[in-house]
């Protein structure tokens, strides 16, 4: 998935550079730099520290905030359709927990690609998706590699009985 | 019980689930489901596009280790239809999630708790295989009833221009409905 990604915002960066050097020469405004912030399942796929210690899946879905111009998203929309993605546009919904970290991905000329930190998104999944997220969140407590996962859970009103709770087949 | 008797219990647990994601069951569904470009994972998997899968797999699996399973099952099967086989019930759950989003539906449905706003993106997505087409893009069979000359016409400008018929009618339309909104 991180290739995945790095493929699509290199050639974003690319078509980016090139509307620019052609706004240059007709002597108009050209676009400014774009940000984008990655959060939910894939911000997890796409972070080296995370994704050898935790089984992960993902859709092809994209929750991010973007920071950018209206030439730049619709490029972003056809890249992520023609790689099989999908951008949220619920994305502006997702709650990002207090003490989250922004972590840098990847930085172009055009655009700077951030994700939030590893144990900020398992608190947000803890919190908003608990049933979809019931096995990675268990998984993620297991391997003790995120030291306030189960303290920041209870601050933010998480239920932690839900995770005891066995689906039996 | 307090932070420590939690902790403990959930690690039992998740003992449980590591086995679970080991399950044949879960490994072939999710084998299939990735090579196709409907999931994406993380540790390495044996792909199998070809694989047939058991709609009680499939379910199994999406209901006790992997719920995004659940999510693009119906998109799965709409596509690829002869990879799976299954209970009649089963069936009709699927194909009648499959009628709504074909027919846009707003009537509010599930599918083992998923809504049907989650099912829909992936009826539409590009697949890895490039060959199998997304609902909207998909050709829809009509039949229609012409004069013979214009049968006549259509052949002439089929070994014209090396068009086949139905793209001959299709440029005339789009073209036609161009000027009519303009």
Redesign the interface.
């Known amino acids: 998935?991180k290739n995945l990604i790095k493929k699509i915002f290199t050639e974003l960066n690319q078509v980016i550079e090139l509307e620019n050097l052609k706004r240059l020469k007709d002597g108009t405004l050209t676009i400014p730099k774009s940000e984008v912030l990655i959060f939910g399942q894939m911000s997890l796929?796409v972070n080296d520290s995370v994704?050898t210690i935790?089984?992960?899946?993902?859709?092809?879905?994209m929750d991010a905030k973007l920071r950018m111009d209206y030439f730049a998203k619709k490029k972003l929309m056809d890249l992520l359709?023609?790689?099989?993605?999908?951008y949220d546009e619920d994305s502006h919904l997702t709650w990002i927990p207090g003490k989250a970290k922004e972590v840098e991905l990847f930085r172009f000329k055009n655009i700077e690609v951030k994700l939030i930190d590893a144990e900020s998104t398992l608190v947000s999944k803890a919190i908003y998706a608990p049933?979809?997220n019931k096995?990675l969140i268990?998984?993620a407590?297991?391997i003790d590699k995120f030291p306030d996962l189960?303290?920041r859970i209870?601050e933010n009103n998480g239920k932690?009985d839900f995770?005891?709770e066995?689906?039996s087949? | 019980m307090n932070k420590r008797v939690y902790i403990k219990k959930i690690k039992e647990l998740a003992q449980q689930d590591k086995r679970r994601r080991l399950d044949s069951r879960y490994l072939k569904v999710m084998g299939f489901l990735v090579a196709k470009g409907f999931l994406y994972i993380n540790k390495k998997n044996h792909l199998n596009p070809n694989g047939h899968i058991n709609l009680k797999d499939a379910i199994w699996a999406g209901r006790f280790v992997e719920p995004r399973i659940l999510e693009v099952l119906p998109a799965a099967y709409e596509r690829f239809k002869r990879h799976f086989s299954g209970d009649a019930e089963t069936v009709e759950k699927l194909e009648q999630i499959i009628d709504r989003i074909k027919q846009k539906s707003d009537h509010k449905t599930e599918f083992y708790g998923i809504s049907i706003e989650k099912i829909r993106p992936w009826f539409f997505i590009r697949l890895r295989d490039g060959r199998s087409k997304s609902l909207d893009e998909r050709k829809v069979s009509k039949t229609f009833r012409f004069k013979p000359e214009t049968v006549d016409i259509l052949k002439k400008l089929k070994d014209q221009t090396g068009q086949s018929e139905t793209a001959i009618l299709e440029n005339l339309i789009s073209r036609n409905a161009l000027f009519d909104l303009a």
């Open positions: 998935m796929m994704a935790l089984n992960l899946a993902q859709t092809g879905d359709e023609a790689n099989g993605l999908v049933q979809k096995l268990r998984q407590i297991a189960v303290d209870i932690l995770f005891l066995d689906n087949e």
